[in-house]
């Protein structure tokens, strides 16, 4: 093959777009000028009484204009990068105007995440973990039971598996926890907290997650059944081997989500009394008057927990979706 047969075949050359340094540096005069402005407004309020109302905006205008320009003239990478780290210093900033006390934070953490042990059981973050996981669990268990129900079942199991789904899916999750802790014991049966607060994380998941687990089943092509037939395997063997590999890496994106909704839900067992994050935190901020503390604190814990597990999800996404990568 010649040099230029060669040279066709690989296709056209990369071109490697320069970044604009004047453009840059253009926006990044008008944000330090903003800056400036902003950290200055005190002075010209006191100064410049007339302007004391159009001072602050104008410094937010100009740091605005200055930050759009530098943020669209870099690499996508870097400028998605400045734009978290920009959001966490506005947060930072946000949480500042409450004048929380660190010191009091830090001497709580352990009680937040759960290293003290209440009643001979955890508490705080790590019994938040252990409801989900217990929870998820269960749920996952219970929406494949119901998905096969529905696809493969008769009119008897389709007609269970649809209410069931209908049910806990069109009411709210509060109503359940309570139907369950407090109705129950009135016609006889009574559950403790944790219990009933996984039996309605898990049933009322489980209905959404069905309909994850159906739709994911069903994704895969009819062919896929008839070359099982046409190998001899039975319809358990061929859901087993060949139809759910294949659609978990269409079921485990929407299941990972289920999981970080689960997190920040299972806060509505602390109306039972449970001693998981949220309640951990709102009975600290209520006994010492340190609400804002407490309850920020709980949300950069829920926060931290979520990106861990968007984390591990990103990471199942990428190991089940291998073989379609060429």
Aim: proline share 4%; hydrophobic share 55%.
């Amino acid at each position: 093959m010649t040099n230029a047969a060669a040279a066709a075949s690989s296709g056209p050359p990369l071109k490697h777009t320069p970044i604009p340094v004047a453009a840059l540096a253009f926006g990044a005069v008008l944000l330090a000028i903003g800056i400036v402005i902003i950290a200055g407004a005190d002075y010209f309020t006191s100064n410049v009484p007339f302007v004391s109302s159009i001072i602050p905006w104008l410094g937010c205008i100009v740091a605005l204009t200055g930050n759009v320009i530098v943020l669209r003239k870099l690499p996508f990478s870097m400028a998605s990068i400045i734009v978290w780290i920009e959001l966490l210093i506005g947060f930072a900033l946000f949480c500042r105007l409450f004048n929380l006390q660190l010191d009091y934070v830090f001497s709580k953490a352990g009680v937040l995440i759960g290293w003290e042990v209440r009643d001979g059981f955890v508490q705080g973050a790590l019994l938040t973990l252990f409801i989900c996981a217990v929870s998820i669990a269960l749920a996952m268990v219970i929406a494949l039971v119901a998905a096969l129900a529905k696809l493969f079942g008769g009119g008897g199991l389709h007609g269970l598996t649809t209410f069931y789904i209908s049910f806990f899916r069109g009411t709210p999750l509060l109503l359940q926890v309570l139907i369950i802790y407090l109705g129950l014991p009135q016609i006889g049966w009574t559950i403790s907290a944790i219990p009933a607060g996984i039996m309605a994380l898990c049933l009322n998941y489980g209905a959404y997650m069905a309909e994850i687990f159906r739709s994911g089943i069903q994704a895969i092509g009819r062919g896929q059944w008839e070359a099982s037939d046409a190998l001899g395997l039975s319809r358990y063997r061929c859901l087993r081997h060949v139809i759910l590999p294949q659609s978990m890496r269409l079921i485990v994106p929407a299941t990972g989500n289920q999981f970080i909704m689960m997190l920040k839900d299972s806060a509505l067992v602390s109306v039972m009394g449970v001693w998981e994050l949220m309640y951990v935190a709102r009975a600290i901020g209520r006994a010492d008057f340190r609400y804002m503390e407490m309850l920020i604190a709980a949300a950069v814990i829920y926060w931290a927990l979520s990106a861990i597990l968007e984390v591990l999800q990103a990471r199942l996404e990428v190991y089940y979706a291998r073989d379609t990568k060429r």
